[in-house]
């Protein structure tokens, strides 16, 4: 007889078969039963290395606005309060102070017809109608003062903002950018020409004569004034020889010194103030050019800038120191017509 041989059949254990199971859930799907069954092993493991180690991609990071939050809503006021301030340094001088006594004439005529009064009378007082045209001046030019000093400050506030947010941005757009370095620069040449428009007004307010005599028509067909000219430029070239100078006289010289003193002292604050600027603009390219590669050429151009405007301030307040030392021949040249 023969003998049935029975094959033993190896029976797990439970805790194998949950091992085994667990590995097979944690394996990746890399591979197709059908496929896998005619494919080579090595186009197999290609294939798995290539599905499994496929990195999932990111969405690209959005481009930043430059202004955000508080800086948008504050740099919003500022740009509609420069507005406002620029027409009120226009509008508000003839409203605030009030009816101008010109007495229906023009104010060049007015000034005119009161200064050719003053020069044939001898005095060095000013006769009414002289005094009140330059006291009408000196408040016309402090109402103009007052908002010229609001606009600067509006405008270096605005100009602040745009810069530190143009510095401290990441990623801009290259339009973005243009953009910014644009509106910068535009509010910054603003900012520098209010000042300076800073320094006539009070250099119109606290020397109101000379001033006002920048008005007169000298050479269009007046002959009062033109004869008071004439006389003025003859004593101008020999008033140092005389013993006793006309009165009026003294008192132009006198007004026209204070008018270019307070120019020089102005320029000479504003020239300071100008070589702080550009030293600390500067000073800060080192630190600022790690965090933001843009900040040490942007900080290294306004340095420059101010470099530059500091020079011609310095030279307009050299001109003007002159000219309080030797006010005698810019007199004559203006006489001159």
């Known amino acids: 007889m023969r003998r049935r041989t029975h094959r033993a059949k190896t029976v797990r254990p439970a805790g194998d078969l949950a091992l085994s199971a667990a590995e097979d859930r944690r394996a990746p799907d890399c591979t197709d039963a059908r496929d896998s069954a005619w494919a080579p092993a090595t186009e197999r493991d290609e294939m798995c290395f290539m599905q499994c180690s496929r990195q999932p991609t990111q969405p690209a990071v959005p ?51 009161a200064f050719t009064a003053y020069w044939q009378s001898g005095r060095h007082s000013y006769p009414p109608a002289l005094a009140d045209l330059v006291a009408y001046w000196r408040l016309y030019h402090l109402v103009k003062a007052a908002f010229a000093v609001a606009l600067t400050i509006a405008l270096c506030w605005l100009a602040y903002i745009l810069w530190r947010s143009l510095l401290r941005a990441g990623r801009l757009r290259l339009a973005t950018t243009t953009a910014a370095v644009a509106s910068g620069s535009a509010v910054t040449v603003l900012a520098s020409g209010s000042a300076v428009v800073i320094m006539a007004t009070i250099q119109g307010a606290l020397a109101p004569f000379t001033s006002l005599v920048s008005l007169l028509p000298i050479g269009n067909s007046d002959p009062a004034l033109t004869e008071s000219a004439g006389q003025i430029q003859h004593d101008l070239a020999e008033h140092r020889a005389l013993y006793h100078a006309p009165a009026p006289l003294g008192a132009i010289i006198d007004d026209f010194q204070r008018y270019h003193a307070v120019l020089a002292a102005q320029a000479i604050i504003f020239a300071v103030a100008l070589i702080g600027l550009s030293v600390l603009m500067w000073h800060r390219t080192s630190t600022a050019g790690r965090a933001v590669p843009r900040a040490k050429a ?21 001109a003007s120191f002159s000219t309080a030392l030797n006010p005698d021949p810019a007199l004559r040249l203006f006489f001159g017509g």
């Open 63 to 113: 481009a930043r606005r430059l202004l955000s939050g508080r800086d948008r809503a504050v740099a919003l006021f500022l740009a509609i309060l420069a507005v406002l301030l620029g027409a009120g340094f226009v509008l508000a001088p003839g409203v605030l102070t009030g009816v101008s006594p010109t007495h229906g004439h023009s104010l060049s005529a007015a000034t005119s017809q």
């Open 298 to 318: 942007l900080l290294r151009l306004l340095a420059a800038a101010f470099a530059l405007l500091t020079a011609i301030v310095l030279v307009a307040g050299a």
